[in-house]
């Protein structure tokens, strides 16, 4: 183990699970494709855009799914992300890469609501997201090689420890969306 807790290797390298070869869409900062990219270049380079998902489940009784990270995610492993996210594989598009996502890391199906895309910047890479809510009381069943579990939490007390709570990026800004969809509103959640 590093000093941050994180699975190492021999040469003391952060293992990971996730495959560095895997090929993403480049993209523009209009969202166009350009060319490929290689994950493990689009996670060091944040000139490399590239596409992700993130889905937010939000049960009948207001509680927001969220999915804790694996130690073993190239980034913010034991972070928690948006209920069920990933990226955009080369060739695939926003929808089926959510329905997908939400298959694997929950292992439920539920119809999904776009609330628009948001580009999202962090040190290690920038990506556009499609942000989608989804209603389902489950059962989940949280990926045992991609999560470290989840938990439920009700939107207010989400809203509340997002700056003790250690969040990807991307979660923190599909906060900043649902709560600025909540305000105009476009959008309502149960309570």
Same mark, same amino acid.
Do not use: K, Q
């Given at each position: 183990m590093s000093d941050r807790g994180l699975p190492t290797s021999s040469d003391g390298e952060h293992q990971t *699970? +996730?495959?560095?070869?895997?090929?993403?869409?480049? =993209?523009n900062e209009h969202d166009e494709v350009i060319g490929t $990219? &290689? &994950? /493990? +270049?689009?996670?060091? +380079?944040?000139s490399q855009l590239h596409r992700s998902v993130q889905i937010l489940v939000v049960t009948s009784?207001?509680?927001?799914v969220l999915q804790r990270r694996s130690m073993a995610k190239d980034l913010f492993p034991g972070y928690y992300c948006a209920s069920a996210s990933g990226h955009v594989i080369s060739g695939d598009d926003y929808l089926r *890469?959510?329905?997908?996502?939400?298959?694997?890391?929950?292992?439920i199906r539920a119809?999904? *609501?776009s609330l628009g895309t948001a580009l999202v910047r962090s040190p290690q890479e920038t990506e556009w997201t499609a942000l989608y809510l989804a209603h389902s009381d489950g059962p989940f069943a949280f990926d045992p090689v991609e999560t470290a579990g989840?938990?439920?939490?009700?939107?207010?007390?989400?809203?509340a420890r997002r700056?003790?709570?250690?969040? *990807?990026?991307?979660?923190? $800004?599909?906060i900043e969306t649902v709560e600025r969809l909540l305000?105009? /509103?476009?959008?309502?959640?149960? =309570?």
């Open positions: *699970t +996730d495959n560095p070869d895997e090929l993403f869409d480049l =993209v $990219v &290689r &994950r /493990g +270049d689009a996670h060091r +380079d944040p009784a207001g509680c927001i *890469t959510a329905h997908r996502e939400l298959r694997e890391e929950l292992g119809e999904l *609501t989840g938990e439920l939490m009700p939107w207010d007390e989400l809203r700056d003790t709570l250690p969040m *990807t990026p991307a979660l923190l $800004v599909a305000a105009s /509103g476009a959008l309502s959640l149960p =309570v």
